[in-house]
Structure formats: C-alpha cells, structure tokens
C-alpha cells in the first residue's frame, strides 16, 4: 500500500460496488469497525464475515496503520489480517474452526503483539531486551513468528505433517501453511509418491529453542 491511499474504512465506505457483486455485499457481517491505535499506531480496523454457497460464513479481519511519506522506517505502514476458510477444496472455501468469537480473540491476540523496533546504532544488551512470548502463544498461517522456538498445529494430532509434527520457525519469518500427508497406498509406496493438500493453520507455541538468542531475551 502506498502512502496517501485511502484507509481501512475510506476503502469500505467508497462505494461504486457493481450491480454484479450487490447481492453479495448486503450479505456481509460487520462485527467490528472503527479506529484503533495499538503500541502508539493510529489505524483503522474492520471485522467482518462472508457468505458461502455452503451456507457458513468466513472470517476476513483486518487493521491497518498508514506510514509516512517517502517509506519512513521510523513510521511504517502496518497491517495485520485474519482470514479463515481461504484453503480451497475443489473450488470451495473450507469450512472455518473458529466461531466468531474465537477468531477475533485470536485477531486481538496478533494484532496486540505488533511492536515498532527502536532504530538504534547499538545493540540491545540481553537484560535490556525484550521479554519472549509466553508458551502456548498461537500465530495464524502468513503472519509473522513473534518467536523462534518450536510450534505445533491441530492438524498434528492424528495426521502425518510434512516437517513433522513440531517444527522450529525463526522470529519474523512468516507462519507457513500446513501440508497434510495423506496415507500412501500400496503404488505410491512403490513410486515414492504421496498425496498431500494445503491446509491454513493456527500454530501454536510450545517450546523454546534454548540456543537461539533472538533479541528477545534469556526467559530466565
């Protein structure tokens, strides 16, 4: 997004939505919107869900803080979003886990952990540095990791996972997706082949890596 663009809620109130998409539009849910400054950034939010021909709705959350001008990095534009359901099966959307209330638990829990970095020359000592996030800290698939340690999904438990069931993620990488194992037959054991779909997950924190000093302190 580039600086001077409309907001979050300048975008949502221009209107011009085609005759076409009309019908569509009515049938959405807001749950959520207005202003909303979090760790000192001004921005905007909307929570709301989306109709499906299945007849359940989707979750599409999002929050965002415009930047400054020119890119500055003391201010940059921010933007946390929740989708659910987005994983395709056949052309369908899959069915959310969340109910509402627990997808924008989860959106506040995200969207609460942003922290502008100070821009310093120096580095931060370990005891000046910032505490790690606690254990049993969830991070939805393509946000950022708020820590490197060792996560877990739901899909783990009674499924093959290709990683494996704990994996490590480093700070600031990007959640990834969940690749689900199907069971191989007989021929794809032979062949070396195995089915797999893409699954968007919930990961979860269980463990820190003990090795890894990431600037976020020695959770002593």
């Known amino acids: 997004m580039e600086w001077g663009e409309p907001t979050v809620l300048q975008r949502i109130d221009s209107g011009g939505v085609p005759d076409a998409f009309?019908?569509?539009?009515?049938?959405?849910?807001l749950l959520?919107?207005?202003?909303?400054t979090i760790?000192?950034?001004?921005?905007?939010?909307?929570?709301?869900?989306?109709?499906?021909?299945?007849?359940?709705?989707?979750?599409?959350?999002?929050?965002?803080?415009?930047?400054?001008?020119?890119?500055?990095?003391?201010?940059p534009t921010i933007t946390v979003e929740l989708e659910s359901g987005m994983t395709r099966e056949n052309?369908?959307?899959v069915r959310p886990r969340l109910t509402d209330e627990q997808a924008i638990a989860l959106f506040n829990a995200v969207a609460n952990s942003v922290r502008l970095r100070p821009v310093s020359a120096s580095k931060v000592s370990g005891s000046e540095a910032s505490p790690r996030a606690p254990l049993g800290t969830l991070a939805q698939t393509g946000t950022p990791c708020p820590?490197?340690?060792?996560?877990?999904?739901?899909?783990?438990?009674?499924?093959?996972?290709?990683g494996g069931g704990r994996q490590r993620f480093e700070a600031g990488t990007a959640m990834p997706?969940?690749?689900?194992?199907?069971?191989?037959?007989f021929v794809e054991r032979m062949t070396g082949r195995q089915q797999k779909h893409?699954?968007?997950?919930?990961?979860?924190?269980v463990?820190?890596?003990?090795?890894?000093?990431?600037?976020?302190g020695n959770g002593g």
């Open 91 to 93: 052309g369908v959307p």
């Open 147 to 162: 820590q490197t340690g060792w996560w877990t999904c739901p899909e783990a438990v009674g499924n093959e996972i290709e």
């Open 177 to 185: 997706i969940v690749q689900v194992l199907g069971k191989q037959s």
């Open 207 to 216: 463990a820190y890596d003990p090795s890894a000093d990431n600037g976020q």
């Open 32 to 36: 959520r919107r207005g202003q909303r």
């Open 39 to 75: 760790s000192g950034c001004a921005g905007e939010e909307i929570l709301a869900t989306l109709p499906t021909d299945g007849g359940y709705r989707l979750h599409q959350y999002e929050w965002e803080a415009q930047g400054t001008e020119l890119g500055n990095g003391m201010k």
């Open 198 to 205: 893409s699954v968007n997950t919930i990961w979860k924190l």
């Open 22 to 29: 009309k019908d569509l539009v009515s049938q959405i849910q």
